[in-house]
């Protein structure tokens, strides 16, 4: 199951549907692109800016998920110039539909180049992006 950002971070710290969360990536495989690394750190030094981390539970997090990176539990698919390319190709698909962002679409491209089941996100615009490209999804 190939999961984004806004599912990691549901995964990683505690939100009112992480739960639901964990009962979906439950038992899968999980991949993401290697962009997540950047992505989830940026995503909780923010929770940390707005007081809802303390930094040593910021730190523990990340040294979780490092872990999870180095024991292959996650496994990041490597961002290079040919999804970079498919990414800017996934945009002009979607558009005017979707106004998809840069991000986002280097998340659909890594996912539509691999095989890894279905997509998991709770960003709309690529769950709409990822609909108008019949790109399966884990929930909708």
Excluded at 29 to 40: F, G, M, N, Q
Excluded at 92 to 99: E, I, L, M, N
Aim: proline share 4%; aromatic share 6%; glycine share 4%.
């Amino acid at each position: 199951m190939y999961l984004d950002t806004s599912v990691f971070v549901k995964l990683y710290t505690q939100e009112p549907d992480s739960a639901e969360c964990e009962g979906i990536v439950a038992g899968n495989k999980i991949v993401s692109s290697e962009l997540l690394y950047a992505e989830l750190w940026s995503a909780l030094l923010a929770k940390e800016r707005s007081g809802k981390m303390r930094p040593e539970m910021r730190q523990r997090v990340w040294e979780v998920f490092e872990m999870h990176v180095l024991d292959e539990v996650v496994e990041l698919i490597e961002l290079d110039g040919a999804i970079v390319r498919e990414a800017a190709e996934v945009m002009a698909r979607v558009h005017p539909h979707v106004p998809l962002r840069t991000l986002d679409a280097i998340h659909l491209a890594t996912f539509a180049g691999i095989e890894a089941g279905t997509l998991f996100t709770n960003d709309r615009r690529m769950i709409d992006a990822a609909r108008l490209l019949a790109l399966p999804l884990a929930r909708s």
